[in-house]
């Protein structure tokens, strides 16, 4: 981004860079250090219009402008070093601008002192261009100046938010008032001010890129964190999350964010705020889950970020539980005690155990309460907000996948699925199908969840059965087969109960259903399932080789699955009687003829599947002509 008015410069730090130290910038240096320059310079230029003997009005001219400048800049430290907190990425950018500006300065009027006969003709003649050029420049940086210093109250904190438009920023309004937001945000003395700041800023994130760009590389992520954390309402937590959320549109800049420790805090109010809170920051989590997902994962992995959010999901369902073991009651509790118990820590309190934990449990007590008496519709947006955020966790995670599964989640995901329907109903499917594909990649996964002795294994497989024949979308029922497909080696040979609901699906009208179909059952009778010839045997009696031919021929989506599918069954049950009498062996003949080139990935399994069935003719013909009828 340009800068503004003089074009000196460019915006060179991130927001990771801008909070190094409080007052310190990405150099090292803090603020004091940063305006002894441009006044040490200001001294200069005020000796050298002393001594100027050319061009003194000009010089003096210059002299009351840098006199003036001098005076904001004392003002300026002052100001800006009253408060440990204090915003100063705009101090930095006017400040060096203006040394810029007094370096000018000082060379223009040295060249004023007295001098040789040609250098007082070269003076003469380009002096009246360089002081017309140069008055204009104090006057902006005297400009910029006031307008900082209209930021900043006396006592160093924010003076409310000022709209005007510092000379700096005239060719680029946005970065000015990105300047006094984010100043507003971090020192307004005013709620309603920092409030307004932050939902202002959440606004022109939302209005395009750019705009994000520059509050992120002007420092904004930092108050807006800690607002999040420490903001004086909710209402002013809710705005600084709905910010970092519309700043979280890429990889850059969630990296940003992430890079500011932004994940124990997102964690640590999400485990203890109230429900519309909560709901936000859950939201953000998916945000950031979504748009960076293997380091946002291991991050909230890292804090242990699906607990809690298993915890608020799981708020007034009823659990069943198979065997004795801690409630989901008992595990808020004990969340919400060791959150009282850390926080009394850090901060020093003192006070017998006994007493803590009477504290404790008044704490959870009144929190449980205010829970119990919010409307249902905070309640159902809590668990659509914490459903996205455990679906966007868990993809292609294992170790979030598998926290879910330790925390009663998927028991959890399993009630709602039947209950619910609608938008959290569609979380919950999404959630269960990638710890599923999490599952089908990690054998022990896989072991440890899903075995379907396992009731809340049991449950979860009769819901995904259900969706799979009875979903309200093609979206849902894809979701519930693909599901069902990636945990087919998980299902031992008597349970072919899951085998039927997916072949009936290979005759569904929707295409994509019934390709998905086609591929969870190819899971099925891959040679590397165990059970691979029970199933492919429990798939052809289950009348799956008619509506597979049908599949072969209704289009290209279609083909590779339908293929796949007819080669394995060739390969374990060639010898069966609906094979022959649809004529798979013509078909696969056919396709190795046209279909490999399109689809190379089924070069050397066709022939293998021809070659089975072309054996089992010949071991026919041969049976046949022995044993005549």
Known sequence: MMNGRRGGGTIVASAAAAGVAVGTGAGGKNIEEELSLPILLAERVRKAVAEAESFKLECGEVGKQVDQLATMLRSAIRRATASPSVYDRPVRRIVAEAAKTLERALALVRRCKRAGVLRRVVTITTGSTD?????????????????????????????????????????????????????????????????????????????????????????????????????????????????????????????????????????????DSPMRLQTRVAFLISRLASHLPFISQEEFARENAVRPLVSLLSFEVPLDEPRPSASIHSLVQGMANLQYLNSTSASGSSGSGSSRGKSSRDYYNHNRKERENESADVKQALKIACAEALWKLSRGSVSNSRKITETKGLLCL?????????????????????????????????????????????????????????????????????????????????????LQPLVLQLGHWNPDIAAEAAIALGKFSCPENYNSVHNSKAIIEFAGVPPLMRLLRSGEKTQLPGLILLCYLALHAAESSAMERAKALGTLESAARTAVAQHPSIKDLLPKAIYHLELYRVGAHIHRDQYPM
């Not at 599952?439 to 896989?446: F, K, P, T």
């Open 131 to 271: 002081f017309r050029k140069i008055i204009p420049l104090l006057d902006a940086s005297l400009g910029d100046l006031h307008w900082l210093l209209s930021v900043y109250s006396d006592d160093g904190a924010g003076g409310g938010i000022v709209l005007s438009l510092p000379p700096i920023a005239s060719t680029d309004p946005i970065l000015s008032w990105v300047w006094s937001y984010i100043a507003t945000v971090q020192m307004g003395s005013s709620a309603s001010d920092r409030i307004e700041a932050a939902n202002t800023l959440a606004n022109l994130a939302l209005d395009n890129d750019r705009n994000k760009k520059i509050i992120l590389e002007e420092g904004g992520v930092l108050p807006l964190l800690s607002l999040l954390r420490d903001g004086p309402s909710v209402d002013a937590q809710i705005a600084a999350a709905a910010a970092l959320s519309n700043l979280a549109s890429d990889p850059e800049h969630v990296a940003l964010i992430i890079k500011e420790l932004a994940v124990p805090i997102i964690v640590h109010v999400l485990s």
């Open 414 to 498: 399993s009630k709602l699925i039947e209950r619910e329907r609608g938008e959290l109903q569609h979380n919950c499917i999404m959630t269960v199908m990638e710890i599923a594909v999490a599952a089908e990649s990690d054998s022990d996964l896989r072991r440890s969840a899903f075995k379907t002795k396992y009731p809340a294994a049991k449950s979860v497989v009769d819901q995904l059965l259900k969706v799979a024949q009875q979903g309200s979308s093609p979206a849902l029922e894809i979701a519930a087969i693909k599901a069902i497909g990636s945990l087919a080696r998980a299902f031992s040979a008597s349970e072919t109960r899951v």
